[in-house]
């Protein structure tokens, strides 16, 4: 049982490049989360999903594409990377919106 | 969107017992308080959740007021290896996603 994975763990782009952070998870959760934490700060919520097929906003999602086509992944997608998309992002997957499980983040940097 | 406020940082001496108080004066009735630790480099992990009174596991108790209003997470013993961010989060137990709001956590430093 691995959990939720996350790849790269770390990743530079140039400004305008485009990448997909992937996440998977392997607990059969119907939950899944992704957030980013700027350094010092809470984690901000980018988009979550509550079933294959099912996605939404969070507090954060410009910039940041996702889609759940099966219940085990959720991959992020930066279309036109930007400084300010510099960051730790964390995926996290849970059974309800108060337990949640989180990936060991991906860190990237955008120059 | 129940927001949480807690103290920025506390220090803490090995062995002592640290208390660390969660406001949340706009709590639903059908919110739960639940309590996460992160260490640098890592995603956050569960601690101890729950609605009303006390709960305690292996790791902490969670001590919640009658009006519900605060919360106080209280760790035994603490050690170096306690060293981390502690975030206090009020939300629905289930149904949505988007009712979850971290905020930026307590830092507890234990000294040796």
């Known amino acids: 049982n691995a959990g939720v994975t996350q790849t790269p763990k770390f990743r530079i782009l140039k400004i305008g490049q485009s990448m997909t952070l992937q996440c998977a998870q392997d607990?059969?959760?119907?939950?899944m989360y992704w957030y980013r934490q700027d350094p010092g700060m809470g984690l901000k919520l980018i988009y979550y999903?509550?079933?294959?097929?099912?996605?939404d906003k969070g507090e954060v999602p410009n910039g940041y594409n996702v889609s759940r086509s099966t219940t085990e992944d959720f991959p992020l997608r930066l279309e036109l990377a930007a400084p300010s998309q510099t960051s730790v992002y964390f995926c996290?997957?849970?059974?309800?919106?108060?337990?949640?499980?989180f990936g060991p983040g991906t860190r990237l940097t955008v120059l | 969107l129940a927001k949480t406020t807690q103290p920025i940082s506390m220090d803490s001496y090995e062995g002592q017992e640290v208390n660390i108080t969660c406001s949340h004066n706009n709590i639903a009735t059908n919110d739960y308080i639940t309590w996460y630790q992160q260490f640098p480099s890592q995603g956050p992990r569960f601690i101890i959740q729950?609605?009303?009174t006390k709960v305690t596991n292996e790791v902490a108790s969670l001590f919640i007021p009658a009006d519900r209003k605060s919360s106080t997470l209280s760790l035994p013993r603490v050690s170096l290896s306690d060293t981390a961010v502690y975030y206090c989060?009020?939300?629905?137990?289930?149904?949505?996603?988007?009712?979850?709001?971290f905020g930026t956590g307590t830092s507890l430093t234990v000294i040796p």
């Open positions: 989060l009020v939300g629905p137990a289930a149904n949505t996603g988007n009712q979850f709001y």
């Open positions: 999903s509550v079933g294959a097929g099912i996605t």
């Open positions: 729950g609605y009303k």
């Open positions: 996290a997957s849970g059974t309800g919106v108060n337990e949640q499980f």
């Open positions: 607990m059969n959760h119907n939950y």
